[in-house]
Nanobody, 123 residues
Framework: VQLQASGGGLVQAGGSLRLSCAAS????????MGWFRQAPGKEREFVAD????????SYADFVKGRFTISRDNVKNTVYLQMNSLKPEDTAVYYC?????????????????WGQGTQVTVSS
């Protein structure tokens, strides 16, 4: 499975961005998809997860009500709609996929990772 993240950029506080992550490989539609982020000088952290069918989603507390994760299994793509962006959302955002049978907030639950896309929110 290969993942290609895109959609990052520079946006003012309060603005929106939509990240996309295109996956190749048949296992995509049976795996969870997750988004993580890593800010400068900080560890990578969980942002959101969606199960294989799209029927179950989970979010980190700091993005609840602002970010929405979704997936299109026909297009093999997962999205992260980010609204009401804050300067503290500035980070490299990574998509990942894997069985995620345990704690979905843990990086070890995801087998494949994309290269990351930079999101910068100016104040």
């Amino acid at each position: 499975v290969q993942l290609q993240a895109s959609g990052g950029g520079l946006v003012q506080a309060g603005g929106s961005l939509r990240l996309s992550c295109a996956a190749s490989g048949r296992t995509f539609r049976w795996y969870d998809m997750g988004w993580f982020r890593q800010a400068p000088g900080k560890e990578r952290e969980f942002v959101a997860d969606i199960n294989w069918s799209g029927g179950s989603t989970s979010y980190a507390d700091f993005v609840k009500g602002r970010f929405t994760i979704s997936r299109d299994n026909v297009k093999n793509t997962v999205y992260l709609q980010m609204n009401s962006l804050k300067p503290e959302d500035t980070a490299v955002y990574y998509c990942a996929t894997g069985p995620a049978l345990g704690d979905i907030t843990r990086e070890s639950e995801y087998t494949y990772w994309g290269q990351g896309t930079q999101v910068t929110v100016s104040s």
